[in-house]
């Protein structure tokens, strides 16, 4: 797996997303009361930040591909967190924007973080996971059947 192949995806993806677009909403706002004490906002970014990593890394070791739309994972991935859900990629990024909002004390980040949580609420249903069917068939709705959308599992799937 190219290394550029996936920092553009990264970089594209969920940088621009927890980064980019945060740094533009607190500079365009200047509605920032810092809070930097807040363990929760800390633990919300960490988390997030965790679970971004490891299913990337997944994503590029396991499923030989990227993160990205135009680059997808040639095989499945269920393995780590996807034994226990199925998005756990963009659950970190909504980890990390609750936490954002949260240490800085900003009502538009958290605005910023309801929003990307409505687009994917609606566009993993209506548009990915039926690319995912088409391209994984038997295996992903064994997948989709037995582990949830977006709250864990307590235990791990296994097939």
């Avoid at 990227?66 to 040639?74: C, R």
């Avoid at 992903?140 to 097939?159: E, F, K, M, Q």
Wanted: proline share 8%.
């Amino acid at each position: 797996m190219s290394a550029l192949r996936q920092a553009r995806a990264i970089v594209l993806l969920p940088f621009v997303v927890t980064i980019v677009v945060p740094a533009l909403i607190v500079s365009w706002t200047g509605d920032v009361r810092l809070w930097w004490g807040s363990a929760f906002g800390v633990a919300l970014v960490t988390i997030g930040i965790v679970l971004v990593v490891w299913t990337i890394r997944l994503f590029s070791t396991v499923g030989d591909g990227t993160l990205a739309p135009w680059d997808p994972t040639s095989k499945l991935v269920v393995r780590g967190p996807y034994r226990h859900v199925r998005n756990p990629m963009i659950s970190g990024v909504a980890f990390v924007l609750a936490g954002e909002a949260v240490l800085l004390g900003s009502p538009p980040l958290a605005l910023w973080f309801a929003a990307v949580v409505v687009v994917n609420i609606v566009y993993l249903p209506l548009v990915e996971e039926p690319g995912l069917r088409r391209r994984f068939g038997e295996d992903y709705d064994l997948y989709a059947a037995n582990v949830p959308r977006w709250l864990p599992r307590r235990r791990p799937w296994s097939r």
